[in-house]
Every structure is written in C-alpha cells, then in structure tokens.
C-alpha cells in the first residue's frame, strides 16, 4: 500500500508539472505575441511620424544584437513588460553594443505601460545606465510625434529659444492673417497701458531685405496690445518701444508656419475648440491659395455643421470619416490642429458621402433602443467606415451591418466602446441570414 500511494503521488506531480509547463507554454506564447503586436504598432507611429526606421544588426562580444527600430544614431527597443531579469538584458544589450560600435548615441525604450511604484526601481536602473525609458501609450505617441517634427526640422538636439529684445513700435508689423480687431478693446488695453505700464511682450519674427538685413518684425501674437500702444502715442503718451520676444529662426518669408506659432500662442491666452483651429487654418488656406488645405477643412467644417444639425454633435461626424489613430481609434485632433490634415475630393464624393446618406438613415433607429450608446454607435460606423472605405466591403454590404446592429438583442447591444470587438461576429451572423433570406 504505501508503494502504491508513492507511485500515485509521482504521478499526480507530473500530470500537474505537465499542465503547468502547457500553461507556461501558452502564456509565453500570448505574452511574444502581444509584444509582436507592439512593436509593429510603435513601428508604425515612427514611420507617420517621418522616422523611416529599419532593424539594425550588430555582431557584439555577446553574440549578434538586433534593434526593434534604428534611425540615423538612435537604437530603440519596444517592450509590453519588465521585470529585473528583462532590465539586466536591456543593459547589458546597450553595453556589447556601445563596445562594438561608437554609431549610435541615443537609446530608446518603449514600455507599453506606465511605470508604477512596483517598476520606478527597475526604470531608474535603466535610466542610470543611459536608456530613455518613455512609458505609457499617450506619452508615446506624443514623443513620437515630437521627436518626428524635431528630427524633421533640426540636424542636432539643441533646442531653440526665443529671445527678449526691446523694440521701437515703428518697426513692429501686423500679421495680415490675424483676426479683426476689437476696437473697444484696444481701447480698454490702452487705459491699462497708461495707468499700469505696459506689462507683456510681444511675440515677433523678423523680415528680412533679399540681402538679409532685417527691415521690420512682424507680429505672430499681440496685435491689439500693438495697436493699443499706438493709441497710446496717439494721446500724447510717450511710448516709443516695446519688449519683445524675437523668434529668429523663422522669417517672413514662411507664412503658414507663422500661422500656426500664432495659433499655439493663442491657445495659452484662451481656450480654442476644434472649430477654431478649423476655421484658422481654413482662412489661412484661402489666403496662401493652397487648394488641397483648403478644400480639406472646409469639408472639416462642414462635417461638423452637418453633425450636429444631424444629431452627433459637434465632433461626431468628424470622429466617424475623419483621422483617427492608435488601435482604440482616438480622433488625431494633433493632426487637424497642425493644419495637416488632408482629405482628397475622391474619398469625399465616392466613400465619406454615400456612407454618410446611410448611415442617417439607420441611426434613428438604433437611438431609439434604450440601452443605444452614442460613444459605443460613433465607434462601431467609425470600424464600418474603416472597412468601407479600405474597400474590404462595399456600401451594400455597409448598410446590411447598420441594419444588423439595429436586430441585435437587447442583451447583446454593446454598452461600452470595448465590446464592439466582440459583437463583429454576431453581426456577420445577422448579415449572413438577410443574405440567405434574399438570395
């Protein structure tokens, strides 16, 4: 008996360490999966970005070393997790490969999450042995996208700053793509001026003579303080100068980029919606005679004159045919505010239009089911319009799918944007059956 007990002790212990090492197995196999997934989606906000990245393989004392991304002398890495075993390996990585070769100067780690409290130690050791640790979704994007713009427009790190100079108000030109005045508050300005002094600078580009020599500033922010202060002349007053702060590295001679520094200085002095920088980029493509800006947000605005007579709201319309990014589909406001944004007639006329007269159509009668979900509706025509428009199907096939979201049990209607995922097979349950029931 004990023998017998013995033997189906051993037995049970392999059976268990047998299931564990399967579920080891597939975890392992989930978790490279996922980070496969990662490093193209980080591969992909570089390449939007500008950074035309490529692998990179270095032979080191350590064996051969190969980088997810490389551009010019920056090695990056992606990864969805750490841990100090996975640290010690970006280390000692970073270490073989800075013996082998002096090529790069700079290396990048993705980290899908954010740090926390349980990871700061781990990130503090990579960050002492010279990695840039950018963590979290948000963060890098937005480090993309601004390494992208600074790779694109400078050949070294250094970051240019804006210089204070005091200068007569005879040599301070009006932007003639700013906003008309208000003439009572210039006048409210200018009694400021006289009983508290002039307390803020101007912000100013220099124009420049075929030869280089500056012959005036021109103003990318102040404009009723400047006519304020010219006002204040006007009275007697005596007010000759004003500080200022010269952007010297920008000129005249680029008015669009001039639009959009005078767009993120307004920002900081008052809140913009959306439609403002619409609208601001709109007039400043009319004014450069720039077609393809124009027509782009003009159709921009009309998506959202159009929303929201159609009940979607300021924003809907835009989210569902406009750009998005990221896997979770966020609208790329960075995109629309920059002004590079770009919609060609084609897709206007042939997808966003056609899409748009159906889907008004289904929509009252989705919103009509009690637990109808805006958000989660606006995402689900947002993945229809996707496909739509990628030509993975055709309009017909778009309206069998609004249909088939209005059939969905009231148990089955998604109620939060996550769910949507889950609901495509149902949905092409449902269009399967209208297809049979016709054919």
Known sequence: MPKAKKRKKVAYKTTKNTESLA??????????????????????????????????FIDTTDGEKISDHTFDDVWMESTTFFDKKRVDEFVKKKKVIEEATSDFKKFFLFYEREVSKKTEKLAQKLAEAGWVLID????????????????????????????????????????????????????????????????????????????????????????????AAKLVGQWGFDLKELPCVVVDWLSTDDMEKLSKLLIKINVEYRTWKLRDYIKHHLDIAKILKIKDKTYSYQTLLDWMTLGKQSGFGDNGLIYILGPLYGSDKWLDQDLIKGGDYIVTKNEVEKYAIPFFNEMKKYRPGAKQRDEFRNDVYQLFSCELYDKFKNNVISLKEAVRYFAAYNMLASDKIPNKKSDIQNKWAELDNIVNLQINAFS
């Open 23 to 56: 579920i080891n197995t597939e975890a392992n196999k989930t978790r490279r999966e996922h980070g496969e997934e990662f490093e193209k989606h980080i591969d992909t906000l570089l390449v939007k970005s500008g950074l035309g990245c490529h692998r990179t």
């Open 136 to 227: 979290g979704e948000n963060r890098i994007e937005s480090f993309i996208k601004a390494f992208g713009h600074h790779r694109a427009f400078s050949t070294n790190d250094l970051i240019q700053v804006a210089k204070p100079a005091l200068i007569p108000i005879n040599m301070l030109i009006p932007n003639p793509l700013n906003r008309e005045e208000n003439k009572d508050g210039v006048a409210s300005i200018a009694k400021s001026i006289v009983n508290e002094g002039f307390l803020t600078c101007l912000y100013v580009v220099p124009e420049k003579a075929k030869d280089g020599t500056i012959t005036g500033y021109m103003l990318f922010e102040g404009h009723h303080r400047l006519s």
